[in-house]
Protein backbone atom coordinates (compact mmCIF):
# COMPACT_ATOMS: atom_id res chain seq x y z
CA UNK A 1 0.00 0.00 0.00
CA UNK A 2 1.17 3.36 -0.76
CA UNK A 3 0.71 6.31 1.27
CA UNK A 4 -0.67 9.32 -0.97
CA UNK A 5 1.62 12.80 -0.43
CA UNK A 6 -1.66 14.20 -1.31
CA UNK A 7 -3.00 16.96 1.50
CA UNK A 8 -6.32 17.03 2.21
CA UNK A 9 -7.89 20.66 2.56
CA UNK A 10 -11.45 21.14 4.35
CA UNK A 11 -13.34 24.16 4.04
CA UNK A 12 -11.35 26.87 6.34
CA UNK A 13 -8.93 26.36 2.79
CA UNK A 14 -11.12 27.28 0.24
CA UNK A 15 -10.47 31.29 -0.93
CA UNK A 16 -12.80 33.55 -0.91
CA UNK A 17 -13.64 37.36 -1.62
CA UNK A 18 -15.88 38.46 1.02
CA UNK A 19 -12.61 39.98 2.79
CA UNK A 20 -11.32 42.36 -0.02
CA UNK A 21 -14.13 44.85 -0.15
CA UNK A 22 -14.58 47.73 1.38
CA UNK A 23 -17.46 47.94 3.73
CA UNK A 24 -18.20 51.66 2.28
CA UNK A 25 -18.53 50.68 -0.81
CA UNK A 26 -20.95 48.35 -0.36
CA UNK A 27 -24.06 50.55 -1.16
CA UNK A 28 -27.00 48.76 1.44
CA UNK A 29 -24.58 49.20 4.03
CA UNK A 30 -23.32 52.66 3.42
CA UNK A 31 -27.25 54.03 3.05
CA UNK A 32 -27.85 51.80 6.68
CA UNK A 33 -24.95 54.08 7.91
CA UNK A 34 -26.30 57.22 6.31
CA UNK A 35 -29.57 56.58 8.06
CA UNK A 36 -28.72 55.46 11.49
CA UNK A 37 -26.70 58.97 11.30
CA UNK A 38 -29.87 60.57 10.39
CA UNK A 39 -31.78 59.31 13.10
CA UNK A 40 -29.25 60.04 15.78
CA UNK A 41 -29.05 63.54 14.72
CA UNK A 42 -32.75 63.79 14.51
CA UNK A 43 -32.51 62.58 18.51
CA UNK A 44 -29.99 64.45 19.64
CA UNK A 45 -31.60 67.73 18.45
CA UNK A 46 -34.88 66.64 20.01
CA UNK A 47 -32.52 65.90 23.13
CA UNK A 48 -31.22 69.23 22.63
CA UNK A 49 -34.24 71.01 22.13
CA UNK A 50 -35.47 69.65 25.52
CA UNK A 51 -32.63 71.15 27.35
CA UNK A 52 -33.40 74.23 26.13
CA UNK A 53 -36.57 74.03 27.15
CA UNK A 54 -35.72 73.12 30.85
CA UNK A 55 -33.05 75.98 30.86
CA UNK A 56 -35.58 78.34 29.85
CA UNK A 57 -37.74 77.07 32.60
CA UNK A 58 -35.31 77.64 35.20
CA UNK A 59 -35.17 81.03 34.30
CA UNK A 60 -37.97 81.80 34.53
CA UNK A 61 -38.48 80.30 37.85
CA UNK A 62 -35.36 82.46 38.90
CA UNK A 63 -37.31 85.78 38.08
CA UNK A 64 -40.36 84.41 40.03
CA UNK A 65 -37.90 83.39 42.80
CA UNK A 66 -36.39 86.88 42.30
CA UNK A 67 -39.51 88.73 42.04
CA UNK A 68 -41.17 86.76 45.58
CA UNK A 69 -38.28 87.70 47.70
CA UNK A 70 -38.62 91.35 46.59
CA UNK A 71 -42.61 91.11 47.37
CA UNK A 72 -42.05 89.76 50.31
CA UNK A 73 -39.06 92.57 51.61
CA UNK A 74 -41.08 95.10 50.53
CA UNK A 75 -44.08 93.80 52.82
CA UNK A 76 -41.20 93.40 56.04
CA UNK A 77 -40.47 96.88 55.50
CA UNK A 78 -44.05 98.20 55.67
CA UNK A 79 -44.13 95.88 59.03
CA UNK A 80 -40.41 97.75 60.31
CA UNK A 81 -41.41 100.89 60.60
CA UNK A 82 -41.38 101.72 56.58
CA UNK A 83 -37.50 101.58 56.57
CA UNK A 84 -35.38 100.42 54.45
CA UNK A 85 -33.88 96.96 54.79
CA UNK A 86 -30.18 98.68 54.49
CA UNK A 87 -31.03 100.95 56.77
CA UNK A 88 -32.26 98.47 59.44
CA UNK A 89 -29.34 96.14 59.25
CA UNK A 90 -27.68 99.55 60.15
CA UNK A 91 -28.94 100.24 62.73
CA UNK A 92 -28.69 96.79 63.96
CA UNK A 93 -25.45 96.70 63.76
CA UNK A 94 -25.25 100.29 65.20
CA UNK A 95 -26.78 98.77 68.46
CA UNK A 96 -24.47 96.15 68.56
CA UNK A 97 -21.63 98.20 68.44
CA UNK A 98 -22.96 100.41 71.38
CA UNK A 99 -23.24 97.44 73.54
CA UNK A 100 -20.74 95.67 76.12
CA UNK A 101 -18.26 93.74 74.43
CA UNK A 102 -19.30 90.50 76.45
CA UNK A 103 -20.80 89.30 73.34
CA UNK A 104 -23.98 87.40 73.08
CA UNK A 105 -25.88 86.18 76.08
CA UNK A 106 -28.46 82.45 75.24
CA UNK A 107 -31.00 81.53 77.61
CA UNK A 108 -32.13 77.90 77.64
Not at 54 to 64: L, P
Not at 75 to 91: Q, T, Y
Amino acid sequence: MAISSRTIRGLQDIRTHSGRVREAIIPHKAFMRLSCLEMEKFRRAKERESAITRVRNIDSRFRDIDAEKTVILNAMNILNNDSPVGERKEEHKSELSRKSGAGFKLKY
